[in-house]
C-alpha cells in the first residue's frame, strides 16, 4: 500500500519568515496530492493541491511543488502570519479517491 | 462548495454499548466515503472505504464486526461502533468523494468525537 512520510514533524518559525514541509509518497498510482490544515478539535481543511501532471502550484502566500520522479511534494507558506499555526497534514490520493495521510507537521509561527 | 455533515458531532456512552455515526453528503451525491480515526496528536488513519450499495472495505487491523458500516444510498453512510471499550474513544471523520467531481477531491465532514466511559 501507499506510504506518506513528512517532515518535520514540529516548525517553528518567526512571523513573516517562510515555513517549508515536505514529503514523499511510494505508489506511482497516486496522482492527487493535497495539503491539509487542522485546528484542534476541527476537520481538515483543503488549503492547495496538486495533481500529478502540474509541477508547481501557488495561491497567495502559498505552493505547493511536485516531483512526480523523485516522489515527493513540498508545502511552501511565504510570510507566515501567527494565524498560520495549526497542524498540516499531506496526502497521497489515488483515482478512487483514497487518501494516505503523512503523520502531521505542528507549525508555531511566532509574533 | 460540496458540504458533507456528521452526526452527531459528540458523543458519550458507557463502556459495551453501541454508537453510530452517521455521514450526509448534502449537496451532491457520493458513490464513495472514507471513514477515518484520529487519536490526540496523531493523523488520519483509514479505517474502511464504503462504497453505495456493496460491502465496506476494511484496512488492514480494523474489525469489521466492531465497526459496522452501511452505505445505504448516495448520500448516507453509517458507521457503528459495537460493544464499545475506552481505546475506542477518538475522533471519527467521514469524508465523501464527489461522484460529478473533475477529479478525485474528497469533502470531510466536521468529525465526531467519541468518549467511551
Known amino acids: 500500500g501507499e506510504n506518506v512520510e513528512q517532515h518535520p514533524s514540529t516548525l517553528s518559525v518567526q512571523e513573516g519568515d517562510s515555513a517549508v514541509i515536505k514529503c514523499t509518497y511510494s505508489?506511482?498510482?497516486?496522482?492527487?496530492f493535497p495539503w491539509y490544515k487542522q485546528e484542534l478539535g476541527k476537520r481538515p481543511q483543503l488549503i492547495i493541491d496538486?495533481?500529478?501532471?502540474?509541477g508547481e502550484k501557488k495561491d497567495q502566500r502559498i505552493a505547493v511543488t511536485l516531483n512526480k520522479t523523485a516522489k515527493h511534494f513540498s508545502l511552501h507558506i511565504t510570510e507566515t502570519q501567527p494565524e498560520d499555526s495549526a497542524v498540516y497534514f499531506c496526502a497521497a490520493t489515488t483515482n478512487a479517491g483514497k487518501s494516505t495521510f503523512g503523520d502531521g507537521t505542528t507549525l508555531t509561527v511566532k509574533p | 462548495g460540496a458540504v458533507v455533515s456528521q452526526h452527531p458531532s459528540w458523543v458519550i456512552c458507557k463502556s459495551g454499548t453501541s454508537v453510530k455515526i452517521e455521514c450526509r453528503s448534502l449537496d451532491f451525491q457520493a458513490t464513495t466515503m472514507f471513514w477515518y480515526r484520529q487519536f490526540p496528536k496523531q493523523s488520519l488513519m483509514l479505517m474502511a472505504t464504503s462504497n453505495e450499495g456493496s460491502k465496506a472495505t476494511y484496512e488492514q487491523g480494523v474489525e469489521k464486526d466492531k465497526f459496522l458500516i452501511n452505505h445505504a444510498s448516495l448520500t448516507l453512510s453509517t458507521l457503528t461502533v459495537t460493544s464499545a471499550h475506552p481505546e475506542d474513544s477518538s475522533f471519527y471523520i467521514c469524508?465523501?468523494?464527489?461522484?460529478?467531481?473533475?477529479?478525485?477531491?474528497?469533502?470531510f465532514g466536521p468529525g465526531t468525537r467519541l468518549t467511551v466511559t
Open positions: 469524508s465523501a468523494h464527489s461522484v460529478s467531481g473533475s477529479g478525485n477531491e474528497q469533502y
Open positions: 505508489d506511482s498510482a497516486s496522482n492527487y
Open positions: 496538486i495533481r500529478s501532471n502540474v
